[in-house]
């Protein structure tokens, strides 16, 4: 986790490490609060470095780490709220928003930092690849609240799908990955496993990146992360209709509060999807409650 520690000040870097003492695998974020105890978010429980509290020079240090000392440089990333560094860890940012015109510009003044720690599970969803295939890839929704274990499952079943389980060969999977969070990609490059025939458009908008993804690289099957908007969904039925098969997640605590939502309706309207994995929030990631079939009846229940 050196490129989580390399954030901190030296002093902090350290109490942080020894509190953490080897529990890394269980860490699910680090929220630094101006002037306030760092506070540590494990699977089952929640912790505080007491001894210390964060000053201004220890938040500029954090903030020049972040921006290799140019704030020029994250434009994008401060309009967004969020910064994905090395290991494909997302920094969340909070503090004094500035404004043009009603539309969110920067995060000027960041006061608050939220690191959630990017986790590569080999093996973690090949329990549920039974459950994804019939004959062919099914189109799979999973649906989970934030830190449910969404990004891990898709991003192990991207590398078993490029890479082939059992008898069924390997598939051209495209990967769409707007917030660089399941490849972590550096220059391009993912620094996760994500199969030999997976090909990635990091950091591109979901919408428009999956129409070039079809364009350019004809893939078997689109994974994309956190749909939403209309035009998430426009692009994803507009990618079924190409021939494509569509793995992706979304936020939400059911399947009963999803269908609420004016925005997907029209993917459950024409049973677009054949699996919906609904993930447990019991503070575990990547554990399944249910699962139903096309017609919303329940397949599997732990």
Known sequence: MKEILRLFPETLSAQINLQIAGRWHYLQEIRFRFNQPIELIFDHQVEWVNNIKPNQKDKM???????????????DELREGYITIEGGHRVGLAGKVNTVDGA?????????????????????????????????????????????????????????????????????????????EIGASLNGIPQHNLGRRTDVLDACPKAEGMMMMIRSMSPDVIVVDEIGSQKDVQALLEAINAGVTIICTIHGQSLEDIKKRPSIQPLFQQHIFKRLFILDNSGQPGIIKKVYNEDQQIVLQT
């Open 104 to 180: 969110v510009k920067a995060i000027q003044y960041i006061t608050f930092l939220n690191i959630r720690i990017a986790k590569e599970k080999l093996g973690v969803a090949k329990p549920l690849m039974s459950y994804l295939y019939s004959n062919q890839y099914l189109n799979t929704l999973f649906i989970g609240a934030p830190q449910t274990g969404k990004t891990t499952l898709i991003r192990d079943l991207i590398r078993i799908i490029s890479s082939g389980w059992k008898n069924i060969p390997a598939k051209k999977v495209g990967v769409i990955d707007e917030r660089s």
């Open 61 to 75: 240090h954090i903030i020049n780490q972040l921006s290799d000392f140019s704030l020029y440089r994250m434009e």
